[in-house]
């Protein structure tokens, strides 16, 4: 049973558009985090949330920690193909760093 | 600053051999976590060492090992070779790993390949 399921598995989309992807998980976490990654490269740290509800802005990205940190929603504004890429969540819990499987995100020009 | 080497970046092993992957992380930091990508499973955690101890490890069996240097770089080793075990090794290196806010920082992976 995976920890954290995200959702979708995969989405393409237009140059243009919004869309929101989502990470959800039964249990409590103290932390969560999304990533980017792209082909042959490691994931990238884009943002850490810490508090229930917690909204935070990465210029066209908006990140969400849900209320009672078991979830969380990555929103984009206007996508465009530099979006492109494999979008990772990542939750600690006792002091280990659980990562979803990924939403594979492609924005086509 | 540099950031975290991962050595060597492909490799093609047969079954039955053991393979050993390395990784010299972020100057400073001192935690250095494992993990193995595959498109179905995603990232799995393996182990994670703090200078030199090993702090926490995944479900993984024992033909997954791995140490840590004095000068926090890490190797893992992985015997025994299966065809199950071709993926993507991630190493993650951070500053402070018991923060709540804290950061991994990844290397670019050693892909590896078993024939």
């Known amino acids: 049973t995976q920890l954290l399921e995200q959702s979708p598995q995969f989405l393409s989309i237009q140059e243009g558009e919004n869309l929101t992807v989502y990470c959800n998980s039964s249990s409590v976490f103290s932390s969560l985090q999304w990533y980017r990654q792209e082909p042959g490269e490691g994931p990238v740290l884009l943002v850490t949330?810490?508090?229930?509800?917690e909204v935070k802005k990465l210029k066209r990205l908006t990140f969400q920690f849900g209320d009672a940190r078991k979830d969380s929603s990555l929103h984009i504004t206007a996508a465009q193909p530099g979006d492109t890429g494999l979008y990772l969540c990542a939750g600690k819990r006792d002091d280990k760093i659980i990562f979803g499987k990924g939403t594979r995100l492609h924005i086509l020009p | 600053k540099a950031g975290v080497t991962q050595t060597p970046r492909y490799l093609i092993k047969t079954r039955g051999q053991q393979v050993t992957l390395s990784c010299s992380p972020i100057s400073g930091h001192r935690s250095v976590s494992w993990y193995q990508q595959t498109p179905g499973q995603g990232l799995q955690f393996l182990f994670e060492?703090?200078?030199?101890?090993?702090?926490n490890k995944g479900n993984f069996p024992g033909r997954f090992s791995g140490r840590q240097f004095s000068n926090s770089r890490s190797e893992m080793n992985v015997s025994t070779l299966e065809l199950g075990d071709s993926a993507l090794y991630l190493c993650?290196?951070?500053?402070?790993?018991?923060?709540?806010?804290?950061?991994?920082?990844f290397g670019q992976g050693t892909r590896l390949t078993v024939v």
């Open positions: 993650a290196s951070s500053l402070n790993p018991t923060a709540q806010n804290t950061e991994a920082f």
């Open positions: 949330v810490v508090t229930g509800g």
């Open positions: 060492y703090f200078s030199e101890t090993q702090r």
